[in-house]
């Protein structure tokens, strides 16, 4: 069983309506966006869930119909007899799938990725591609990844410097060109978004920890106020 990117917006409500759903034994595998989400579902229901990053770009295009962007692989968080397992499920259809040891990194990554893109994506309606070639956008991606490549570092999260991971997400500009963000797909349908566990996020750890990150402080705001215009 999988918790999807869109039960992150119900928290521990989500986890706890699940919880005695669960068979004994079942494996439950968090395909949310952000960080924190495996150690929400423990506190909030005793649910011991795998992590993991999912690379993948879809879109409702219709009723029943989802639109495939470009795909990446997924990432589980292991070592373990469950990861390995869940990896072969994704490998025999043909997903590309790998275990590893350190899904904090991996997480924090693909968390660099979501704050460079779908707050502006979500603001501007845009495309990733028009993003990663409008060299101001670029800017603004690249003051973004520099504050959370800060507030992860200070968390003692391992990654790559702050030029790897842009030049990382104009790469994913290129690879899914016509996607938009999941963000930018719940503001136009006038859903609440998940920004609160991405670029609010790193505004909330960035305090706890005293590291300044004004950038991301305000594409949040921004997206908050469009939401609540949405509601």
């Keep these: 069983m999988t918790i999807s990117r869109r039960d992150v917006l119900l928290g521990g409500a989500a986890a706890a309506a ?15 966006n952000g960080v924190d989400n495996v150690e929400r579902m423990r506190s909030a229901a005793g649910i011991t869930a795998i992590p993991s990053v999912v690379y993948v770009a879809c879109a409702m295009s219709g009723p029943g119909q989802v639109k495939h962007h470009g795909r990446g692989e997924t990432v589980i968080g292991g070592p373990s007899a469950a990861a390995d ?4 499920v994704f490998e025999v259809a043909q997903v590309p799938c790998r275990v590893t040891g350190n899904i904090a990194s991996e997480q ?14 979500a603001l501007t309606h ?14 603004v991606m690249r003051d973004l990844i520099r504050e959370v490549v800060a507030v992860g570092k ?6 790559p410097d702050a030029e790897q991971l842009t030049a990382a997400a104009v790469r994913l ?6 996607a938009t963000s999941s963000t930018e797909q719940d503001i136009s349908r006038g859903r609440p978004t998940e920004i609160d566990s991405l670029n609010g996020y ?17 594409v ?3 997206v908050k106020f469009t939401e609540s215009g949405n509601r």
Excluded at 126 to 139: C, G, K, N, S
Excluded at 154 to 159: Q, S
Excluded at 212 to 217: A, E, G, Y
Aim: charged share 15%; aromatic share 6%; net charge positive.
């Design 18 to 32: 699940l919880a005695p759903h669960l068979a004994p034994g079942a494996l439950v595998v968090s395909f949310q």
């Design 85 to 88: 397992r869940i990896a072969h």
């Design 108 to 121: 924090w990554t693909k968390l660099v990725m979501n704050c460079a893109y779908n707050a502006i994506s």
């Design 126 to 139: 845009a495309r990733y591609r028009f993003l990663a070639e409008d060299p101001a956008i670029l800017d």
């Design 154 to 159: 200070a968390a003692n999260v391992v990654l």
């Design 173 to 178: 500009g290129e690879s899914m060109a016509e």
């Design 202 to 218: 790193v505004m909330r750890r960035g305090k706890e920890l005293g590291v300044p990150t004004p950038v991301n402080s305000t």
């Design 220 to 222: 949040h705001a921004l």
